[in-house]
């Protein structure tokens, strides 16, 4: 079993929709937690981090529920531009990542 | 100046050769990581550095080792190739008070016959 497990979609939505991803994680001892984004062919880049109380960066919202063990992603009023993979990151003693296997996001007209 | 570049961009190689590739960093930073990345599989840790010397397994070690003489300069080495090495590599780094902030270089495709 994945430490960090992504329902991996394709998830489709029109433009305008609001979507949302989530992650779980089976390591209770994880620190902190991230969602990054890849576009097609290209390599992995921060997207946000995710705080316990929850934090907001324009359109985008994190959660995160440590009793449960997931976390979240919220896109609102998605764009086309969001279309791309979502990586779903743990940390353990600060300095190992580990990924999830990705959700795919494809905004169509 | 992307800050972190990766050699070779493409390399195609038979089944029992060696195969070494580089991660070069322009940034001073402690650690620094090699992913591959599979269909299905997502990016998973091979081996990571927190400094010269300093090297770590991650979840897929099996069949790769790494060194690291110099903070600029991380490599991954495949001893002897197998088909299930086939993938795309992906190195990184982070700075030391940056937690979750990885800067990736573009990958490596590597294609094992």
């Known amino acids: 079993r994945k430490e960090v497990e992504q329902d991996p979609g394709p998830f489709n939505v029109p433009e305008g929709a609001t979507v949302a991803f989530n992650c779980t994680y089976s390591n209770s001892a994880s620190q902190s937690f991230f969602w990054y984004r890849q576009d097609c062919r290209k390599e992995p880049k921060l997207l946000m981090s995710v705080y316990s109380s929850g934090n907001e960066d324009g359109r985008f919202t994190a959660q995160l529920n440590r009793a449960s063990q997931y976390i979240s992603l919220l896109i609102r009023d998605s764009k086309l531009s969001d279309s791309a993979t979502y990586l779903c990151?743990?940390?353990?003693?600060?300095?190992?990542?580990?990924f999830g296997t990705g959700t795919r996001l494809q905004v169509f007209p | 100046d992307a800050g972190i570049t990766q050699s070779p961009r493409h390399k195609v190689t038979e089944t029992g050769t060696p195969v070494t590739l580089r991660c070069h960093q322009t940034?001073?930073?402690?650690?620094m990581y090699w992913y591959r990345q599979d269909p299905g599989h997502g990016l998973r840790l091979i081996h990571y550095s927190y400094g010269v010397k300093d090297t770590d397994k991650g979840e897929v070690s099996d069949g790769y080792s790494v060194s690291r003489s110099k903070t600029e300069d991380f490599l991954l080495t495949l001893e002897s190739a197998t088909s299930s090495q086939t993938s795309v590599y992906f190195c990184a780094m982070k700075g030391e008070f940056r937690t979750g902030e990885l800067f990736f270089g573009e990958g490596s495709r590597l294609t094992v016959l």
């Open positions: 990151v743990a940390t353990y003693n600060t300095d190992k990542l580990i």
């Open positions: 940034e001073n930073h402690r650690y």
